[in-house]
């Protein structure tokens, strides 16, 4: 979509650009239509700069040029006028093109398509593979925890621990060795730090790794019964969606 604003002291010129802009190609919306140099410089002041400005050059307090005097345009110009002896004066004042009245319908097109290029460019290749190369950035993982226990600082490589699980809002982990250690993240905080390859959130109390898997089996309602090592005395069971995700993670693996 592009936004125009048309400052033009004839209501029947105004009118006439107006349509011709909805025959455009282009799916174009008019923001405003101005008649003075005075309105036009209060209205850029406050509102927000359209993509083109269809500017005519001799209003009834004086000519449009004195608006570039007082407002900072960050839009494209194209001057409309029945004289052309301003031409020079216009290009001096970066306007993008000059279209004498009446203005022709192929000209008008011209010169929308040519200011359009400016605004959407043909994107560029470099662009297009900063997504490629953030997916092939090797993302930084947990490798061990920091573990306060006992008064005593503990390290724990993430190799060593079996599984993450919460109950009554502590979290714990416990290792293959099965020593049982609090954390202070919660199990969706831990997910996001762990390794995808190695860690799996099997339910809405369990994080597993690959390596505590004893046993899976199908049981009741399509769902999955896991057994971990080392062994807890509750039975977890992975629903029918989680469960799909959880063998493809297995297979991949």
Not at 50 to 67: A, H, K, N, Q
Request: proline residues 3%.
């Amino acid at each position: 979509m592009i936004t125009v604003l048309i400052i033009e002291d004839e209501a029947a010129n105004a009118a006439r650009l107006q349509k011709m802009l909805l025959q455009s190609e282009e799916e174009i919306v008019v923001t405003a239509v101005l008649q003075t140099v005075r309105e036009s410089i209060a209205w850029l002041e406050t509102e927000k700069s359209p993509d083109i400005i269809f500017m005519d050059i001799r209003l009834t307090d004086g000519l449009s040029f004195e608006i570039f005097n007082q407002v900072n345009i960050k839009s494209y110009v194209i001057f409309t006028t029945a004289y052309d002896e301003y031409a020079l004066q216009a290009f001096e004042v970066n306007g993008i093109d000059y279209l004498l009245k009446p203005i022709e319908q192929k000209k008008l097109d011209s010169s929308i398509k040519r200011i359009k290029s400016f605004i959407t460019p043909e994107p560029d290749n470099s662009v297009v593979e900063i997504p490629k190369k953030m997916r092939l950035h090797k993302e930084i993982y947990r490798s061990r925890f920091l573990i306060n226990h006992k008064d005593l600082f503990i390290t724990i490589p993430c190799t060593n621990i079996a599984y993450f699980n919460s109950e009554n809002k502590i979290v714990q982990l416990t290792t293959h060795s099965n020593q049982k250690y609090v954390v202070k993240q919660t199990l969706d905080e831990l997910i996001q730090e762990l390794n995808p390859n190695d860690f799996f959130k099997v339910s809405r109390n369990y994080i597993v790794s690959l390596k505590s898997i004893h046993k899976l089996s199908q049981s009741f309602d399509y769902k999955l019964k896991l057994e971990l090592t080392p062994a807890i005395n509750e039975i977890i069971l992975i629903s029918r969606e989680r469960g799909i995700s959880f063998k493809n993670w297995l297979d991949s693996k």
